[in-house]
């Protein structure tokens, strides 16, 4: 039986908003639940980089366009992106750390949006997830990119866990596909 819920498309497809969408069922249902999204910024209609944000409300940089001139650590680009591996480890390892690894009020849910290029650049957050998707009291709803070229380790191990459901998100059926999501989420937790 799944353990975990993981959303897979393109990008641009919905992703994020089923995961919001789901998070305010959950939440309102008395679910406990924890984590981050992130969110495309955009300046002048045009998409400049993605932030971090926690359940909780806190907000932080998680890539940004890169220049030329720009001094930030070369190594750590997705396509024209720079990631701000420091703002997204301040932010986000916190929320990982606080799993409870068992409970008897039932299973946490952590939302973990997303398992992507520019999250792996962080080996404390490969160590964290993994430590999340094995723990006792925790059940995760997260998203994971669809498979692009080189396989991304973290991401190819989530898909193939026998505890993991995978739901694939299309323009057909994202409109309708939040309510199996949020019931699969809360059978995880049983």
């Not at 944000?53 to 992106?81: F, I, K, M, P, W």
């Not at 694939?168 to 937790?189: A, G, L, Y």
Request: hydrophobic share 35%; charged share 25%.
């Amino acid at each position: 039986m799944a353990k975990h819920v993981f959303l897979t498309g393109p990008p641009g497809i919905g992703k994020t908003t089923l995961i919001q969408k789901a998070t305010e069922v959950l939440k309102s249902s008395g679910v406990p639940i924890d984590g981050f999204y992130t969110e495309e910024v955009r300046e002048g209609g045009r998409r400049i980089g993605f932030d971090v944000v926690t359940l909780s409300g806190r907000r932080g940089t998680l890539s940004r366009l890169g220049s030329d001139s720009s001094t930030a650590r070369r190594e750590y680009c997705v396509g024209q992106y720079i990631v701000d591996l420091v703002s997204f480890e301040h932010l986000v390892l916190p929320v990982l750390r606080n799993v409870d690894l068992g409970s008897d009020t039932g299973k946490k849910v952590y939302i973990i949006d997303e398992v992507g290029k520019m999250e792996l650049f962080s080996r404390s957050f490969i160590q964290a997830v993994r430590q999340t998707l094995t723990a006792s009291g925790t059940t995760i709803l997260g998203t994971i990119p669809i498979p692009k070229g080189k396989p991304l380790g973290l991401v190819e191990e989530i898909r193939s866990r026998k505890d993991v459901k995978v739901f694939n998100v299309t323009k057909e059926n994202r409109d309708n596909i939040w309510q199996d999501i949020v019931t699969t989420v809360q059978n995880c937790r049983k």
